[in-house]
């Protein structure tokens, strides 16, 4: 594990506001979406590789953008599956957009780390009074999609939406019809290695609203519910699997229907949500909604009420194992395979690993400052605790985090900011 202070790399660079967003981490080099911003708005200028020897900045995207760029905006996909998906990849795919009267273009394309040289893909236009660009998700090398939101309602996703898989190597785009990967609000990503898996996480409203939905017989659901399928679509809450390569199939032949594995369903008595992921494991809750447990004749069912079942996928074998009942009043974190459980109060956070090894460690927060409040943020390494801290009178200039050693007595690290690819640790 290493980590890199991201102030050496941005000093001097304070107005407008910069940051650089690591998106691939390697021995020698890294790569980094460079961020500028105002208090107003915020945009990408480029991707930058550093030489950690010669502690060096370099551009590496080309094109007219790159002269231009107030009239171009440039998306680099760095969500944490986005970043896990390129874990293995020597390439970084992006997209950049512009407009030309009524039309908005895409163009797409693949920068080899190899040689930090850079292909275009494929441009694509679309009028902008129809839809609205929603960005582009990696699946796995050779094939990301993207999504076009109908722009009449481009804030949620529905039936009118358009949806496409972008194949790399044949440089061509295939619009994706089944309704359930469309519209499903979870997850969509590739796992495994040795044979690839679609799995969907088939979420299409939240927790909250599913109860209010089903408790109610004044809420009425807002979304257009499409021909062939009926009202109760909305309470299947399962996470399923396609092999990728029948994917592929079905979305390059025009299929409007893919044939889905369930793995687990709950379908209305309750909700399944993915909560953690590591590079070999999903972890995911299941938990009956509290009038199903108090109707059931079932005892342990009903002792069921007020936790959450938490389980296990292996991305390989899709072996799924049930690790634990978790209390209303706990979190988890995870690292490599490992499952921490979190117990927090207004003094203190407790940590305890889940594994058996009998790992604890508690954690007395600084309740000196009145107008401070200290809360759990995140772990790494099986060894650092990540407080962060809220300033009441400015939640903005005063927040920052604390980096806590678990093991050792020394003093804590501060940043305003912590990103994490495989074994580096950034901060800043």
């Known amino acids: 594990m290493r980590i890199i202070d991201m102030k050496g790399i941005i000093k001097g660079q304070d107005v407008p506001k910069i940051a650089y967003r690591p998106v691939k981490s390697l021995e020698d080099r890294i790569y980094f979406e460079k961020?500028?911003?105002?208090?107003?708005?915020?945009?990408?200028?480029?991707?930058?590789?550093?030489?950690?020897?010669?502690?060096?900045?370099?551009?590496?995207?080309?094109?007219?953008?790159?002269?231009?760029?107030?009239?171009?905006?440039?998306?680099?996909?760095?969500?944490?599956?986005?970043?896990?998906?390129?874990?293995?990849?020597?390439?970084?795919?992006?997209c950049v957009s512009s407009e030309a009267e009524k039309e908005q273009i895409l163009s797409f394309f693949r920068l080899n780390l190899e040689s930090d040289t850079q292909d275009d893909i494929l441009n694509f236009s679309f009028s902008k009074d129809e839809y609205v660009y929603k960005g582009l998700e990696i699946l796995t090398e050779g094939y990301f999609i993207f999504t076009l939101s109908d722009a009449k309602t481009p804030f949620e996703s529905n039936q009118y939406d358009k949806v496409y898989l972008v194949d790399v190597d044949e440089r061509r785009i295939y619009e994706i019809h089944d309704l359930l990967f469309k519209l499903t609000a979870g997850k969509r990503e590739v796992i495994g290695k040795e044979v690839k898996y679609l799995l969907v996480e088939e979420v299409y409203l939240s927790e909250e609203e599913e109860l209010e939905l089903l408790l109610s017989d004044d809420v009425?659901?807002?979304?257009?519910?499409?021909?062939?399928?009926?009202?109760?679509?909305?309470?299947?809450?399962?996470?399923?699997?396609?092999?990728?390569?029948?994917?592929?199939?079905?979305?390059?032949?025009?299929?409007?229907?893919?044939?889905?594995?369930?793995?687990?369903?709950?379908?209305?008595?309750?909700?399944?949500?993915?909560?953690g992921e590591t590079p070999n494991m999903l972890y995911y809750k299941k938990n009956k909604h509290e009038h199903v447990l108090k109707s059931s004749r079932d005892f342990n069912e009903r002792r069921l009420k007020g936790k959450e079942e938490i389980f296990s996928i292996d991305k390989e074998s899709l072996n799924i194992s049930k690790i634990m009942e978790l209390g209303d009043k706990s979190l988890l974190a995870f690292e490599d395979e490992t499952v921490y459980e979190i117990e927090e109060d207004d003094e203190k956070v407790k940590i305890a690993s889940t594994r058996g090894d009998s790992f604890s460690f508690e954690y007395e927060k600084d309740v000196s400052d009145i107008e401070a409040k200290e809360y759990f943020y995140d772990l790494f390494n099986h060894r650092y605790l990540v407080i962060g801290v809220i300033k009441s009178k400015d939640k903005f200039s005063g927040s920052f985090l604390k980096i806590v050693d678990m093991y050792e007595i020394e003093e804590d690290r501060k940043c305003e900011d912590l990103f994490i690819i495989d074994d580096t640790v950034f901060i800043g």
Do not use: C
């Open 35 to 94: 961020v500028q911003g105002t208090l107003e708005e915020q945009w990408t200028e480029g991707i930058y590789r550093y030489d950690i020897a010669e502690q060096k900045l370099t551009r590496v995207d080309t094109g007219e953008h790159s002269n231009n760029p107030s009239m171009y905006d440039i998306e680099v996909p760095g969500s944490y599956e986005d970043v896990l998906a390129i874990k293995d990849m020597d390439y970084i795919y992006y």
């Open 220 to 275: 009425e659901l807002a979304i257009d519910i499409p021909e062939e399928m009926t009202e109760d679509f909305v309470f299947k809450n399962s996470l399923r699997i396609l092999p990728f390569q029948n994917f592929l199939n079905l979305v390059k032949s025009g299929s409007r229907y893919y044939e889905y594995k369930v793995l687990d369903s709950i379908f209305m008595d309750g909700v399944i949500r993915i909560v």
